[in-house]
């Protein structure tokens, strides 16, 4: 079965940094590798909005509120994506998710809390 782990999510205070990680599992290296993968994230009554993607070629783009300060990255030999979080702010509270573009896998969610 194909699953998309997630971990590395907390409470932190304004200002500092935490990564996220999602690790495929049940999944060949070659169909992750393949993939563009994306961040969500859904905050507490609103929508899930997207954050990140890197392609399978490793280029990436961001939402503008958090260019300049997330950072994704891919390690396909581990099967896994990063998402580094640098400056967090409170508005960066929200349930985070990872998701696999071309096979639509979603990862089971992680807690992300920012206290100012």
């Known amino acids: 079965q194909v699953r998309l782990v997630q971990s590395g999510g907390g409470l932190m205070q304004a200002g500092e940094s935490l990564t996220l990680f999602c690790v495929g599992t049940?999944?060949?290296?070659?169909?992750?590798?393949?993939?563009?993968m994306d961040w969500y994230r859904q905050a507490p009554g609103k929508q899930r909005e997207w954050v990140a993607s890197i392609a399978s070629s490793g280029n990436t783009n961001y939402a503008d509120s958090v260019k300049g300060r997330f950072t994704i990255s891919r390690d396909n030999a581990k099967r896994t994506v990063y998402l580094e979080m640098n400056s967090l702010e409170a508005e960066d509270t929200a349930l985070y998710y990872c998701?696999?573009?071309?096979?639509?896998?979603w990862g089971q969610g992680a807690q992300v809390t920012v206290s100012s």
């Open positions: 049940g999944i060949a290296s070659g169909i992750f590798s393949s993939s563009a």
């Open positions: 998701h696999s573009v071309d096979n639509d896998y």
